[in-house]
Protein backbone atom coordinates (compact mmCIF):
# COMPACT_ATOMS: atom_id res chain seq x y z
CA UNK A 1 0.00 0.00 0.00
CA UNK A 2 1.67 3.26 -1.00
CA UNK A 3 2.00 5.60 2.07
CA UNK A 4 0.65 8.67 2.80
CA UNK A 5 2.30 11.21 4.97
CA UNK A 6 -0.30 14.04 6.13
CA UNK A 7 1.12 17.41 5.45
CA UNK A 8 2.07 19.46 8.57
CA UNK A 9 5.45 21.27 10.39
CA UNK A 10 5.73 21.98 14.27
CA UNK A 11 5.82 25.39 14.65
CA UNK A 12 6.91 27.15 17.78
CA UNK A 13 3.88 28.02 19.21
CA UNK A 14 2.97 23.72 18.97
CA UNK A 15 6.49 22.99 20.79
CA UNK A 16 5.12 25.74 23.46
CA UNK A 17 1.73 24.56 24.01
CA UNK A 18 2.50 20.90 24.48
CA UNK A 19 4.89 21.68 27.06
CA UNK A 20 2.18 23.79 28.76
CA UNK A 21 -0.33 21.21 28.40
CA UNK A 22 2.36 18.36 29.60
CA UNK A 23 2.86 20.02 32.87
CA UNK A 24 -0.98 20.66 33.63
CA UNK A 25 -1.59 16.92 33.19
CA UNK A 26 1.03 16.46 35.49
CA UNK A 27 -0.38 18.61 37.86
CA UNK A 28 -3.87 17.34 37.74
CA UNK A 29 -2.70 13.63 37.85
CA UNK A 30 -1.12 14.70 40.93
CA UNK A 31 -4.19 15.69 42.21
CA UNK A 32 -6.21 12.36 41.60
CA UNK A 33 -9.61 14.25 41.62
CA UNK A 34 -11.06 12.05 38.68
CA UNK A 35 -10.07 9.12 40.99
CA UNK A 36 -12.01 10.08 43.74
CA UNK A 37 -15.01 12.59 42.79
CA UNK A 38 -17.17 10.25 40.18
CA UNK A 39 -19.67 13.05 39.90
CA UNK A 40 -16.74 15.01 38.04
CA UNK A 41 -16.43 12.53 35.82
CA UNK A 42 -20.18 12.05 35.10
CA UNK A 43 -20.77 15.60 34.64
CA UNK A 44 -18.07 15.88 32.38
CA UNK A 45 -19.03 13.13 30.22
CA UNK A 46 -22.44 15.00 30.29
CA UNK A 47 -20.97 18.14 28.72
CA UNK A 48 -18.64 16.20 26.06
CA UNK A 49 -21.60 14.25 24.89
CA UNK A 50 -23.77 17.81 24.77
CA UNK A 51 -21.39 20.38 23.31
CA UNK A 52 -20.11 17.38 20.24
CA UNK A 53 -23.75 17.43 19.42
CA UNK A 54 -24.71 20.65 19.61
CA UNK A 55 -21.86 21.42 17.22
CA UNK A 56 -23.92 19.25 14.96
CA UNK A 57 -27.22 21.34 15.55
CA UNK A 58 -28.65 19.23 17.95
CA UNK A 59 -31.02 21.34 20.13
CA UNK A 60 -31.45 19.19 23.58
CA UNK A 61 -30.26 21.67 26.94
CA UNK A 62 -27.49 19.74 29.11
CA UNK A 63 -30.50 19.19 31.51
CA UNK A 64 -32.37 17.33 28.72
CA UNK A 65 -29.55 15.31 27.82
CA UNK A 66 -28.60 14.49 31.07
CA UNK A 67 -32.53 13.58 31.01
CA UNK A 68 -31.72 11.30 28.32
CA UNK A 69 -28.85 9.75 29.51
CA UNK A 70 -30.58 8.96 33.25
CA UNK A 71 -33.55 7.24 31.31
CA UNK A 72 -35.93 10.18 32.42
CA UNK A 73 -38.71 10.81 29.31
CA UNK A 74 -37.62 13.64 27.46
CA UNK A 75 -39.39 16.01 25.19
CA UNK A 76 -37.91 16.60 21.88
CA UNK A 77 -36.95 15.18 18.50
CA UNK A 78 -36.97 12.05 18.36
CA UNK A 79 -33.81 11.52 16.02
CA UNK A 80 -31.88 13.88 18.30
CA UNK A 81 -32.66 11.98 21.78
CA UNK A 82 -31.37 8.93 19.77
CA UNK A 83 -28.05 10.68 19.20
CA UNK A 84 -27.69 11.32 22.74
CA UNK A 85 -28.40 7.69 23.17
CA UNK A 86 -25.74 6.72 21.01
CA UNK A 87 -22.86 9.16 22.11
CA UNK A 88 -23.54 7.89 25.35
CA UNK A 89 -22.96 4.39 24.47
CA UNK A 90 -19.88 5.07 21.78
CA UNK A 91 -18.52 7.68 24.93
CA UNK A 92 -18.94 4.82 27.63
CA UNK A 93 -16.18 2.45 25.22
CA UNK A 94 -13.46 5.13 25.59
CA UNK A 95 -10.49 2.67 26.72
CA UNK A 96 -11.75 -0.48 25.53
CA UNK A 97 -11.13 -0.37 21.78
CA UNK A 98 -8.12 0.24 20.23
CA UNK A 99 -7.97 4.06 18.48
CA UNK A 100 -5.26 2.83 16.21
CA UNK A 101 -7.94 -0.06 14.60
CA UNK A 102 -9.60 1.03 11.43
CA UNK A 103 -12.12 -2.11 12.34
CA UNK A 104 -13.06 -0.65 15.60
CA UNK A 105 -13.97 2.65 13.98
CA UNK A 106 -16.16 1.18 11.99
CA UNK A 107 -18.07 -0.51 14.72
CA UNK A 108 -17.79 3.03 16.86
CA UNK A 109 -19.77 4.66 13.71
CA UNK A 110 -21.84 1.83 13.78
CA UNK A 111 -23.02 2.77 17.86
CA UNK A 112 -22.69 6.10 17.40
CA UNK A 113 -25.09 6.44 14.45
CA UNK A 114 -27.39 3.47 15.29
CA UNK A 115 -30.78 3.72 14.16
CA UNK A 116 -29.66 7.25 12.31
CA UNK A 117 -28.71 5.93 9.09
CA UNK A 118 -29.18 2.83 6.72
CA UNK A 119 -25.19 2.85 6.05
CA UNK A 120 -24.16 3.09 9.66
CA UNK A 121 -20.38 2.03 10.46
CA UNK A 122 -19.89 1.59 6.49
CA UNK A 123 -17.81 4.28 4.03
CA UNK A 124 -19.85 6.60 2.20
CA UNK A 125 -20.35 5.59 -1.56
CA UNK A 126 -21.38 9.32 -2.66
CA UNK A 127 -19.90 12.88 -2.64
CA UNK A 128 -19.90 14.56 0.39
CA UNK A 129 -19.16 18.47 1.47
CA UNK A 130 -17.92 19.75 4.76
CA UNK A 131 -20.24 22.24 5.94
CA UNK A 132 -20.59 25.26 8.37
CA UNK A 133 -23.78 25.96 8.79
CA UNK A 134 -25.27 26.08 5.50
CA UNK A 135 -21.80 27.38 3.45
CA UNK A 136 -20.02 24.48 2.22
CA UNK A 137 -16.44 24.65 3.29
CA UNK A 138 -14.83 21.95 0.98
CA UNK A 139 -15.78 19.32 -1.26
CA UNK A 140 -14.62 15.75 0.55
CA UNK A 141 -12.25 13.33 -1.77
CA UNK A 142 -14.54 11.49 -4.11
CA UNK A 143 -15.88 7.99 -2.46
CA UNK A 144 -13.82 5.93 -4.35
CA UNK A 145 -10.68 6.92 -2.51
CA UNK A 146 -11.96 6.66 0.88
CA UNK A 147 -11.20 3.26 1.66
CA UNK A 148 -7.26 4.05 0.33
CA UNK A 149 -6.96 7.24 2.44
CA UNK A 150 -8.33 5.83 5.60
CA UNK A 151 -6.19 2.86 4.98
CA UNK A 152 -3.42 5.16 4.62
CA UNK A 153 -3.87 7.21 7.68
CA UNK A 154 -4.19 4.45 10.03
CA UNK A 155 -1.04 2.99 8.66
CA UNK A 156 0.43 6.53 9.45
CA UNK A 157 -0.80 6.65 13.06
CA UNK A 158 0.30 3.37 13.73
CA UNK A 159 3.93 4.46 11.92
CA UNK A 160 4.43 7.77 14.11
CA UNK A 161 2.68 6.63 17.29
CA UNK A 162 6.67 6.33 18.76
CA UNK A 163 7.88 9.33 17.41
CA UNK A 164 5.03 11.66 17.19
CA UNK A 165 3.48 13.18 20.31
CA UNK A 166 -0.18 11.96 21.04
CA UNK A 167 -1.25 15.81 21.14
CA UNK A 168 0.10 16.42 17.83
CA UNK A 169 -0.92 12.87 16.58
CA UNK A 170 -4.27 13.30 17.54
CA UNK A 171 -4.84 16.70 15.93
CA UNK A 172 -3.28 15.72 12.44
CA UNK A 173 -6.02 12.69 12.85
CA UNK A 174 -9.05 15.03 13.64
CA UNK A 175 -8.54 17.35 10.83
CA UNK A 176 -7.17 14.32 8.00
CA UNK A 177 -10.75 12.19 8.69
CA UNK A 178 -12.55 15.42 8.77
CA UNK A 179 -11.10 16.34 5.09
CA UNK A 180 -11.46 12.59 3.88
CA UNK A 181 -15.49 12.96 5.37
CA UNK A 182 -15.53 9.00 4.99
CA UNK A 183 -18.91 8.42 6.18
CA UNK A 184 -22.40 10.41 5.06
CA UNK A 185 -22.80 11.54 8.40
CA UNK A 186 -21.24 11.32 11.97
CA UNK A 187 -18.19 12.44 10.87
CA UNK A 188 -17.72 15.13 13.56
CA UNK A 189 -18.91 13.58 16.28
CA UNK A 190 -16.34 10.39 15.50
CA UNK A 191 -13.55 12.61 14.98
CA UNK A 192 -13.59 14.68 18.42
CA UNK A 193 -14.29 11.10 20.11
CA UNK A 194 -11.25 9.41 18.10
CA UNK A 195 -8.67 12.58 19.37
CA UNK A 196 -10.57 12.29 22.92
CA UNK A 197 -9.31 8.28 22.59
CA UNK A 198 -5.62 8.67 21.16
CA UNK A 199 -4.97 11.00 24.49
CA UNK A 200 -6.78 9.01 26.49
CA UNK A 201 -3.70 6.29 25.60
CA UNK A 202 -1.43 9.16 26.90
CA UNK A 203 -3.19 10.05 30.00
CA UNK A 204 -6.60 8.06 30.86
CA UNK A 205 -7.78 11.49 32.50
CA UNK A 206 -8.40 12.93 28.92
CA UNK A 207 -11.52 10.52 29.13
CA UNK A 208 -13.69 13.21 31.63
CA UNK A 209 -11.54 16.33 29.78
CA UNK A 210 -14.68 17.84 27.73
CA UNK A 211 -12.47 19.34 24.89
CA UNK A 212 -15.56 19.20 22.74
CA UNK A 213 -16.96 21.97 25.43
CA UNK A 214 -14.03 24.64 24.17
CA UNK A 215 -14.57 23.51 20.62
CA UNK A 216 -18.49 24.21 21.00
CA UNK A 217 -17.11 27.47 22.62
CA UNK A 218 -15.11 28.47 19.51
CA UNK A 219 -17.11 26.78 16.83
CA UNK A 220 -16.59 29.58 14.66
CA UNK A 221 -13.23 29.36 14.74
CA UNK A 222 -13.10 25.30 14.51
CA UNK A 223 -14.64 25.71 11.00
CA UNK A 224 -12.38 28.37 10.21
CA UNK A 225 -9.34 26.22 10.92
CA UNK A 226 -10.49 23.53 8.95
CA UNK A 227 -11.21 25.45 5.90
CA UNK A 228 -7.77 27.53 6.16
CA UNK A 229 -5.71 24.45 6.73
CA UNK A 230 -7.30 23.13 3.03
CA UNK A 231 -6.46 26.58 1.19
CA UNK A 232 -3.11 25.88 2.99
CA UNK A 233 -2.97 22.64 2.46
CA UNK A 234 -1.42 21.26 5.74
CA UNK A 235 -2.70 20.80 8.74
CA UNK A 236 -0.91 23.42 10.94
CA UNK A 237 -3.86 25.51 11.77
CA UNK A 238 -5.78 23.31 12.93
CA UNK A 239 -3.07 21.59 15.22
CA UNK A 240 -2.95 24.72 17.00
CA UNK A 241 -6.73 25.37 17.55
CA UNK A 242 -6.28 22.04 19.27
CA UNK A 243 -3.68 22.30 21.18
CA UNK A 244 -5.49 25.86 22.20
CA UNK A 245 -8.97 24.18 22.94
CA UNK A 246 -6.90 20.91 25.02
CA UNK A 247 -4.79 24.27 26.95
CA UNK A 248 -7.85 25.97 28.18
CA UNK A 249 -9.66 22.80 28.82
CA UNK A 250 -7.03 21.33 31.36
CA UNK A 251 -7.28 24.97 33.10
CA UNK A 252 -10.77 24.56 33.57
CA UNK A 253 -9.87 20.55 35.43
CA UNK A 254 -7.46 22.13 37.23
CA UNK A 255 -10.04 23.93 39.20
CA UNK A 256 -12.25 21.55 39.38
CA UNK A 257 -9.02 19.58 41.27
CA UNK A 258 -8.14 21.98 43.39
CA UNK A 259 -11.82 23.08 44.14
CA UNK A 260 -10.75 27.12 43.87
CA UNK A 261 -9.43 29.73 41.47
CA UNK A 262 -7.47 32.57 42.63
CA UNK A 263 -9.47 34.56 40.55
CA UNK A 264 -12.49 34.63 41.40
CA UNK A 265 -14.38 37.36 43.84
CA UNK A 266 -15.35 35.85 47.34
CA UNK A 267 -18.98 36.36 45.71
CA UNK A 268 -18.38 34.00 43.09
CA UNK A 269 -16.79 31.56 45.14
CA UNK A 270 -19.27 31.61 47.70
CA UNK A 271 -22.04 30.47 45.12
CA UNK A 272 -19.54 27.85 43.64
CA UNK A 273 -18.80 26.50 47.60
CA UNK A 274 -22.95 26.52 48.48
CA UNK A 275 -23.41 24.28 44.95
CA UNK A 276 -23.84 21.13 44.70
CA UNK A 277 -22.87 19.17 41.58
CA UNK A 278 -25.19 17.77 38.92
CA UNK A 279 -27.81 19.69 40.70
CA UNK A 280 -30.47 22.17 39.10
CA UNK A 281 -31.25 25.22 41.22
CA UNK A 282 -33.65 28.31 40.34
CA UNK A 283 -32.19 31.76 40.80
CA UNK A 284 -35.02 32.00 43.89
CA UNK A 285 -33.02 28.68 45.65
CA UNK A 286 -29.52 29.90 44.64
CA UNK A 287 -30.48 33.04 46.50
CA UNK A 288 -32.16 31.25 49.79
CA UNK A 289 -29.23 29.48 50.02
CA UNK A 290 -26.86 32.27 50.30
CA UNK A 291 -28.85 34.26 52.34
CA UNK A 292 -29.53 37.04 49.83
CA UNK A 293 -32.68 39.02 49.18
CA UNK A 294 -31.87 41.20 46.51
CA UNK A 295 -32.26 40.22 43.13
CA UNK A 296 -30.75 42.23 40.61
CA UNK A 297 -27.53 42.38 43.08
CA UNK A 298 -27.58 38.49 43.19
CA UNK A 299 -27.29 38.42 39.32
CA UNK A 300 -24.89 41.07 38.73
CA UNK A 301 -22.16 40.15 41.79
CA UNK A 302 -22.72 36.22 41.94
CA UNK A 303 -24.63 34.59 39.48
CA UNK A 304 -23.35 36.61 36.11
CA UNK A 305 -19.81 36.47 36.66
CA UNK A 306 -20.10 32.77 37.30
CA UNK A 307 -21.66 31.93 33.97
CA UNK A 308 -19.16 34.29 31.99
CA UNK A 309 -16.28 31.79 33.61
CA UNK A 310 -18.06 28.77 32.54
CA UNK A 311 -18.80 28.07 36.25
CA UNK A 312 -22.23 27.70 36.27
CA UNK A 313 -24.36 26.83 33.31
CA UNK A 314 -28.38 27.22 32.50
CA UNK A 315 -29.96 24.40 31.71
CA UNK A 316 -32.05 26.46 28.79
CA UNK A 317 -29.05 28.57 26.79
CA UNK A 318 -31.45 29.21 24.38
CA UNK A 319 -34.01 30.39 26.82
CA UNK A 320 -32.25 32.75 29.47
CA UNK A 321 -35.44 34.46 30.86
CA UNK A 322 -37.53 31.36 31.16
CA UNK A 323 -38.98 31.05 34.46
CA UNK A 324 -38.08 27.34 34.07
CA UNK A 325 -34.32 28.44 33.93
CA UNK A 326 -32.33 26.46 36.41
CA UNK A 327 -28.81 26.73 37.24
CA UNK A 328 -26.28 24.22 37.38
CA UNK A 329 -22.38 23.69 38.64
CA UNK A 330 -19.92 22.92 36.09
Request: contains cysteine; aromatic residues 10%; proline residues 5%.
Amino acid sequence: MEKNHPPFSLTNNMILLTGQIAEKVGKISSYKTFETKPYLRRNNRIRSIHSSLAIEANSLSVDEVQGVINGKSVMGPEREIQEVKNAYKAYDLLGKFDPYSLKDLQKIHGIMTYLLLQDSGVFRTHNEGVFKGETCIFMAPPPQFVPQLMQQLFAWMKESRQSIHPLILSSVFHYEFVFIHPFSDGNGRIARLWQTALLSLWNPLFQYIPIESRIQEFQDDYYDAIAACHVAGNSNRFIEFMLDMINLSLDRAIEQSTGKNALLTPQVQKLIDAMEYNVPYTIHQLMELLGIASRSSFRKTYLVPALDKKLVFMTMPDKPTSKNQTYIKY
